[in-house]
């Protein structure tokens, strides 16, 4: 078992010879632990992957060469089963329930009418029951309809719309994929941050088993996809990263014992080249933004977090100025990979809506331009579907800002973080006798779909969460720090529209971010490698009673994750807070 604290120095983004200023040795009474000089600067800007103890090897009789090809291999092949365990639960029974749940009734015919005509349309008000009945085969209207979230989902939505048919499980069906895959993501992006396979692979099972996560992969909303894809851009930031600091660390002198040390001109001077993975960063925050609006928040927070990893590699590196030196070799680069990408991906996004005829035929206010925007003083610069989109837009925007009407389960940010107002997608009170409900069962049985994280997580997830924020600002660990900004990112943009109408399944965005926080913790609670036995029997002990804690709750709280029929008295022992009914 493998904790954070691993052989390596945690504290990689300190220069070598720093002078301590006299507020650091005032923090060290909280823990603030600055950074000494150390050997070779190769550990501190790639440090290497933590490996099983040899003891562990040998108490379970197992020689060197297996050894060392189950360690090479557990890098894929534990992510793997974990996102096949993740994969079964999302994928069991997904067409049930088989009825059109909370904001499926917008997104999953939406998406089937972008994958069909380029822009959303109306629909009647009574089409659902129809669409269940027929299996989707129903006409599609040609009215446009005005919408107010971009295409990117809803096109993620309708191709599994176009694989398996316009039904529940069609139109869930990628969010379902999203889900697992994400499971993988997270274990991998763990692995490499924690530089620990066990905890990558924790970090995944956990998400694998949070309520909220688990809901959001089983139904046709947007957030789950935007999720997804804030995932996909930080991981691939963080690969650009590792491989940033090992262009680095391989341009730095070797000294006459073959340690590579610090180098303030190489520091300052090199250029790190083509960073493929930014580029790619930067197609998944446009697809982010192109999915909802609140991926610009993530935007502009990952893109400060990159360049800050910038300044700590050529700092570890002997920068003596490394500002100047991510200004004049980084930050151009970093800009043009990140948001010119995001932008062009947006815009092509809406490439459905803008090919649509302009003749009051096509999209909603696609021919704004050529009728009520005609007289514009802008019309000799910006071609008309720039015109009419720009309009559309500013429309858009003064919904959401705007967006005020009372709903039975809005909650204010406050509350997610502890759970408080969890989101009811869909209940039924079946008679005794029909759909599951035991004859003799006295009364009639509950059936839902409870939009609740796994409570257990995330209690414990407030805890990481303060551990995060002490170890980022004491111990100057960049994990953490990386860590909390996913958190941020996500959470806080939230409190500026506290009197609009929110809810909290948007938490799902920082859900894998929570999930890194509390495998943090638990490694903690193993304790560092060196500690005696009795510490790390104790510690292994008490982690390994938090994650099965967690691990129960997700399965006492299954049938209610799942629309499974349950007596209503277990129903109402699920319960736990009066803000959940």
């Not at 001109?265 to 609140?294: D, F, S, V, Y």
């Not at 940010?413 to 035991?438: L, N």
């Not at 938490?507 to 490698?529: D, E, R």
Request: hydrophobic residues 45%; positive net charge.
């Amino acid at each position: 078992m493998t904790s954070t604290a691993s052989s390596t120095d945690i504290r990689q983004d300190q220069a070598p010879h720093e002078p301590r200023p006299s507020w650091q040795q005032r923090l060290r009474r909280f823990g603030y632990a600055p950074a000494g000089p150390r050997g070779d600067v190769r550990d501190r800007l790639v440090p290497p992957y933590a490996e099983p103890s040899p003891r562990m090897w040998a108490a379970l009789g197992i020689g060197y060469p297996p050894a060392e090809r189950i360690t090479r291999w557990s890098g894929w092949v534990g992510p793997l089963l974990v996102t096949l365990f993740a994969g079964v639960l999302r994928f069991w029974n997904l067409g049930s329930p088989k009825a059109v749940i909370f904001d499926e009734t917008y997104y999953a015919k939406d998406a089937w009418a972008l994958v069909h005509r380029g822009f959303e349309v109306n629909w009647d008000k009574n089409v659902n029951d129809l669409i269940l009945s027929s299996n989707g085969n129903v006409p599609i209207p040609t009215d446009a309809a005005y919408v107010v979230h971009p295409p990117v989902g809803k096109y993620v939505i309708g191709l599994g719309e176009l694989m398996f048919g316009f039904n529940p499980f069609g139109w869930r069906f990628m969010t379902a994929l999203l889900g697992t895959l994400s499971v993988l993501l997270l274990c991998r992006i763990g692995r490499r941050l924690f530089r620990s396979t066990f905890l990558g692979c924790l970090a995944g099972a956990l998400v694998a088993v949070d309520g909220l996560h688990f809901v959001m992969s089983r139904t046709a909303l947007l957030d789950g996809v935007l999720m997804f894809f804030v995932l996909a851009a930080f991981g691939c930031l963080l690969v650009d990263r590792d491989r940033a600091r090992a262009k680095l660390a391989a341009a730095l002198p070797v000294d006459a014992e073959g340690r590579v040390r610090p180098h303030a001109h190489t520091a300052e001077h090199t250029r790190i080249g083509l960073r493929p993975w930014r580029l790619a960063a930067g197609l998944m925050l446009g697809l982010a933004i192109g999915t909802k609006w609140n991926g610009l928040y993530i935007l502009a927070a990952f893109c400060v977090m990159a360049v800050l990893w910038d300044v700590g590699a050529r700092k570890v590196a002997g920068a003596r100025h490394p500002y100047k030196a991510v200004i004049r070799r980084d930050l151009g680069w970093a800009f043009l990979s990140t948001v010119p990408v995001a932008i062009v991906t947006y815009f092509a996004s809406w490439i459905g809506w803008i090919l649509s005829p302009s003749d009051g035929s096509g999209g909603y206010y696609r021919n704004w331009a050529a009728t009520d925007g005609k007289d514009s003083a802008w019309s000799w610069l910006f071609p008309d579907w720039w015109r009419s989109l720009w309009h559309y837009e500013t429309q858009v925007y003064e919904f959401h800002v705007g967006l005020s009407s009372p709903h039975t389960y809005q909650s204010n940010p406050w509350s997610w973080i502890v759970t408080g107002r969890p989101v009811s997608y869909f209940y039924e009170s079946p008679a005794p006798g029909t759909d599951g409900c035991p004859a003799d069962a006295g009364e009639k049985c509950a059936r839902e779909v409870l939009a609740l994280g796994t409570p257990v997580l995330w209690w414990v997830g407030c805890f990481a969460l303060l551990y995060v924020l002490w170890r980022w600002f004491f111990r100057r660990d960049w994990r953490a720090g990386a860590i909390a900004c996913g958190i941020a990112a996500g959470y806080l943009p939230w409190f500026l529209y506290q009197e609009r109408t929110i809810f909290f399944f948007y938490a799902v965005i920082f859900v894998p971010f929570l999930c890194l926080a509390v495998a943090m913790l638990v490694g903690a609670l193993v304790g560092p490698p060196g500690s005696t036995d009795t510490r790390r029997v104790a510690g292994a002990t008490g982690a390994g009673v938090v994650v099965l804690l967690i691990a129960w709750n997700f399965i006492y709280f299954w049938p209610i994750y799942t629309g499974q029929t349950i007596p209503i008295d277990d129903w109402r022992s699920r319960m736990w807070l009066d803000t959940w009914v």
